[in-house]
DNA sequence: CCAGACGTTGTT
DNA sequence: GTCTGG
DNA sequence: CCAGACGTTGTT
DNA sequence: GTCTGG
């Protein structure tokens, strides 16, 4: 995953981003609260474009130019090979962005249904997924940028909720992924499951359905 | 050389 | 069951 | 990620 | 656009 996530104001303005990073564009991507962000929405992302450490919204689902089938569009890529894929490696080299997110939602098989799970910092500390983007089509075939989130093995923690997870970066991680002259050795270290804890809270199927936007979908689950 | 693919997650 | 839409 | 749709002919 | 398969 992630195939939903959140974005909400930290307690305190607790965040995980490197202190010397220009607030504004950060500021902007938490201003407004999202509590149910899903696949081929528009979203914050923040990049250094020309030097330049900006916020943009894009669409969720990666999708270059030249995929003429917007079905194949990817919310995800595997950390483990994105710089050898096809698809992603020019974006690994040249588009590597940062993804704003307060948590993540994942939903856990269990017998009889799904536990939804609201995953996220102790205080809801603000932090960076790892994140590609590129320019791909609109539905008038005009240009249109959008993104990805990398995957790693779960954590310790994580892993009898879910198979995957989201990469996380830290304050150095975040400044070496925006680096354009990072090496890929570097970039590969920083690709690794979240080494530390997070906090889980068991939410209800409110969230399971994108017409629900509002904070319910953070609640805990009363049952 | 050209044609055709290019991906993940989850589930079975 | 599988694909599309959000 | 989950929810919701999944279709045609003919008539207005 | 770029790589793989044939």
């Not at 809801?124 to 994140?131: E, R």
């Not at 609109?138 to 954590?155: K, V």
């Not at 923690?157 to 830290?170: C, K, T």
């Not at 080494?195 to 068991?202: D, F, M, W």
Request: hydrophobic share 40%; aromatic share 10%.
């Amino acid at each position: 995953m992630p195939g939903r996530y959140f974005i909400v104001a930290p307690e305190e303005g607790a965040n995980l981003y490197p202190a010397d990073f220009d607030d504004a564009p950060i500021a902007a991507a938490y201003a407004r609260p999202r509590y149910n962000i899903s696949p081929q929405q528009t979203a914050p992302v923040l990049r250094l474009i020309e030097g330049e450490f900006i916020e943009s919204g894009m669409r969720w689902g990666f999708a270059p130019r030249w995929m003429k089938d917007p079905r194949q569009a990817q919310i995800n890529a595997r950390s483990e090979t994105v710089f050898e894929k096809r698809m992603f490696q020019h974006a690994a080299k040249a588009q590597r962005c940062l993804v704003p997110v307060s948590g993540w939602y994942e939903w856990q098989p269990v017998d009889g249904g799904k536990q939804a799970w609201a995953i996220h910092m102790p205080g809801f500390a603000a932090f960076a997924l790892a994140g590609l983007w590129t320019v791909g089509n609109d539905r008038e075939g005009g240009p249109e940028e959008n993104f990805l989130t990398l995957t790693a093995e779960p954590s310790e923690q994580l892993r009898p909720i879910h198979h995957r997870m989201p990469v996380i970066l830290d304050a150095d991680g975040c400044r070496t992924w925006l680096d354009p002259d990072a090496d890929r050795q570097a970039l590969q270290a920083l690709l690794r499951p979240w080494p530390g804890e997070l906090s889980l809270r068991a939410v209800s199927s409110y969230v399971n359905s994108i017409r629900h936007q509002g904070p319910e979908c953070l609640e805990p689950d009363g049952s």
